[in-house]
């Protein structure tokens, strides 16, 4: 699997946007990028994917450079419950399907009140 | 239920007994995928099956680990004479199975084994 980095740890206020980078120089064509966050003693739940474009939905956007190099998490208006690991994981669609997540360390995102 | 059930949520036991950990997916999802998560630590993958069969086993850590599905439904996870660093949450997902399908978690099994 391709790898991706990201911080260990990001600090945001309420109400303020967020943003949690991810490195992935080594991503191939047929990768997926995938967001997931695993709040305090839950199961990971899933936040955004995207291939070339940027993606929007009701939790979150994702803008991914142009040479797909690297990819943002935007998080438009932080609160207390978006404090979470976010973890960014690459998923290749060349593979069959239903292949496995590889999960990373991820960014513990800690939001101050 | 809507979600991906998991019992027990919580099992104690002694070392050198076996345990099972049943995980019920989303009804109509064929991909079933069982991950552990050590204290402090990251999801590690264990075993993926599609249907009833598992063409990824690759994360089992030794042959006292096993999972079996059937009817393409509930699946369950084996573990023969626990050790004290099986203790783990042990987490089940499902999905649709498609490249691009999101898996949904389960809220995990505490094992812990004394």
């Known amino acids: 699997d391709a790898k991706t980095t990201q911080p260990n740890s990001m600090e945001s206020n309420e109400e303020e946007p967020v943003h949690l980078p991810c490195n992935h120089s080594t991503i191939s064509g047929t990768d997926y990028i995938h967001w997931y966050r695993q709040l305090p003693s839950q199961g990971p739940e899933y936040v955004i994917h995207?291939?070339?474009s940027n993606v929007n939905n009701r939790m979150a956007s994702l803008a991914i450079a142009e040479d797909r190099k690297s990819s943002t998490l935007i998080l438009h208006r932080a609160t207390l419950r978006d404090a979470a690991v976010y973890y960014c994981?690459?998923?290749?669609?060349?593979?069959?399907?239903?292949?496995?997540?590889?999960f990373g360390e991820g960014t513990q995102l800690t939001v101050n009140p | 239920g809507a979600g991906v059930s998991q019992s027990p949520s919580n099992k104690v036991t002694e070392k050198g007994k076996d345990v099972e950990l049943r995980c019920d997916p989303i009804?109509?999802?064929?991909?079933l995928y069982w991950y552990r998560q050590s204290l402090g630590q990251g999801l590690e993958f264990l075993i993926y099956?599609?249907?009833?069969?598992?063409?990824?086993k690759s994360g089992l850590p030794s042959d006292r680990f096993s999972a079996e599905r059937t009817g393409g439904s509930v699946s369950t996870l084996t573990i023969q004479r626990t050790q004290q660093e099986d203790s783990a949450v042990y987490l089940c997902?499902?999905?649709?199975?498609?490249?691009?399908?999101?898996?949904?978690f389960g809220e995990g099994s505490r094992l812990t084994v004394l």
């Open positions: 997902a499902s999905s649709s199975g498609q490249i691009t399908g999101e898996l949904f």
């Open positions: 099956f599609q249907g009833n069969s598992a063409p990824d």
């Open positions: 994981i690459l998923r290749d669609w060349g593979e069959t399907s239903g292949s496995r997540l590889t």
């Open positions: 995207g291939l070339t």
């Open positions: 009804s109509g999802h064929t991909a």
